[in-house]
């Protein structure tokens, strides 16, 4: 009889993880929710990654290995992994990341509480007025995000995705750094969202991770200040035109503080680079920077 359960493509990419991967893969085949596949995609390892891998799949028919012809790079081979599964559902697992045994389950029962939802993000602090899942329209995920809390800084392993959402997107476009901030506002555009508590994932830090680039490569911070810019700007942003000014006005006022941060603690040939990406003189710099926007 086929499992009326929705079915969970489970999505781990891997280059040079054998530090980690066991472990990934283990905290998944623990999960107490079983219908679900999980696909490991390696891009061209270097180690044993593919070894590790291609073990679980001989001996547990959920998993199943693809190595690519050649290495795609992150956002690419997410895109790769995505395409390969079959279920209602996309959850990326990283291969240095874990989820909890009740991870999927928890995903899964707030995804299916609102068919209606696009995807949905975990890891999230207390609400202070209701509890979790509960879910948010499109530009009420907008409005958390830039007058609240933050929302769309969460990484792939935060979040669960309906697969038909995240092919009518297009997937991810690959842009370096920002690809999961640039991904929570395109689907907030078009999709209403479910907040999930904590204690559904783990995150692993380690230097070998790109994000370890953020603490030493000044312009990755301001990536995200121009990002942000660009979504707000738009014509898919579901805030109101008042709306729209008041964000841009708190992301001008971030980017004046960001550029004259540099110049004063680490660079003036970036804090030029950075200047130039903006159309704000030294004088309009300064201004913006003064006083943090209210609203």
């Given at each position: 009889?086929?499992?009326?359960?929705?079915?969970?493509?489970?999505?781990?990419?891997?280059?040079?993880r054998e530090k980690y991967l066991a472990q990934a893969v283990e905290s998944v085949l623990a999960?107490?929710?079983?219908?679900?596949?999980?696909?490991?995609?390696?891009?061209?390892?270097?180690?044993?990654?593919?070894?590790?891998?291609?073990?679980?799949?001989?001996?547990?028919?959920?998993?199943?290995?693809?190595?690519?012809?050649?290495?795609?790079?992150?956002?690419?081979?997410?895109?790769k992994a995505a395409g390969l599964g079959k279920g209602k559902y996309l959850k990326y697992v990283?291969?240095?990341?874990?989820?909890?045994?009740?991870?999927?389950?928890?995903?899964?029962?707030?995804?299916?509480?609102?068919?209606?939802?696009?995807?949905?993000?975990?890891?999230?602090?207390?609400?202070?007025?209701?509890?979790?899942?509960?879910?948010?329209?499109q530009e009420e995920a907008y409005q958390r995000h830039y007058f609240q809390e933050q929302l769309?800084?969460?990484?792939?392993?935060?979040?669960?995705?309906?697969?038909?959402?995240?092919?009518?997107?297009?997937?991810?476009?690959?842009?370096?750094?920002?690809?999961?901030?640039?991904?929570?506002?395109?689907?907030?555009?078009?999709?209403?969202?479910?907040?999930?508590?904590?204690?559904?994932?783990?995150?692993?830090?380690?230097?070998?991770?790109?994000?370890?680039?953020?603490?030493?490569?000044?312009?990755?911070?301001?990536?995200?200040?121009?990002?942000?810019?660009?979504?707000?700007?738009?014509?898919?942003?579901?805030?109101?035109?008042?709306?729209?000014?008041?964000?841009?006005?708190?992301?001008?006022?971030?980017?004046?503080?960001?550029?004259?941060?540099?110049?004063?603690?680490?660079?003036?040939?970036?804090?030029?680079?950075?200047?130039?990406?903006?159309?704000?003189?030294?004088?309009?710099?300064?201004?913006?920077?003064?006083?943090?926007?209210?609203?």
């Amino acid at each position: 009889m086929q499992n009326e359960k929705p079915l969970v493509s489970v999505l781990m990419t891997t280059y040079n993880r054998e530090k980690y991967l066991a472990q990934a893969v283990e905290s998944v085949l623990a999960s107490t929710y079983e219908n679900f596949e999980l696909i490991i995609v390696d891009d061209q390892s270097k180690d044993r990654s593919l070894a590790i891998a291609r073990e679980y799949s001989e001996k547990d028919p959920r998993v199943k290995v693809v190595l690519n012809e050649k290495n795609l790079g992150d956002y690419p081979n997410r895109n790769k992994a995505a395409g390969l599964g079959k279920g209602k559902y996309l959850k990326y697992v990283d291969a240095d990341d874990l989820i909890y045994p009740t991870g999927l389950q928890t995903l899964v029962s707030g995804m299916e509480r609102f068919p209606e939802a696009g995807f949905g993000l975990c890891s999230l602090q207390q609400d202070k007025f209701r509890m979790f899942p509960f879910m948010l329209n499109q530009e009420e995920a907008y409005q958390r995000h830039y007058f609240q809390e933050q929302l769309f800084h969460k990484a792939p392993l935060s979040a669960i995705i309906r697969k038909d959402v995240f092919d009518a997107v297009g997937g991810f476009t690959g842009r370096r750094f920002l690809g999961d901030f640039e991904m929570w506002h395109l689907l907030s555009a078009r999709f209403p969202v479910v907040l999930m508590p904590h204690g559904v994932v783990w995150y692993r830090e380690h230097e070998d991770q790109e994000m370890q680039n953020n603490r030493t490569d000044f312009t990755v911070p301001f990536k995200y200040l121009k990002c942000a810019e660009e979504m707000i700007n738009r014509k898919e942003c579901p805030l109101s035109a008042g709306d729209r000014a008041k964000a841009l006005q708190k992301i001008h006022w971030n980017q004046a503080r960001y550029i004259l941060g540099v110049g004063k603690n680490n660079s003036l040939k970036i804090m030029l680079e950075l200047k130039k990406q903006t159309r704000f003189s030294y004088v309009q710099l300064l201004k913006l920077a003064r006083k943090e926007p209210k609203f």
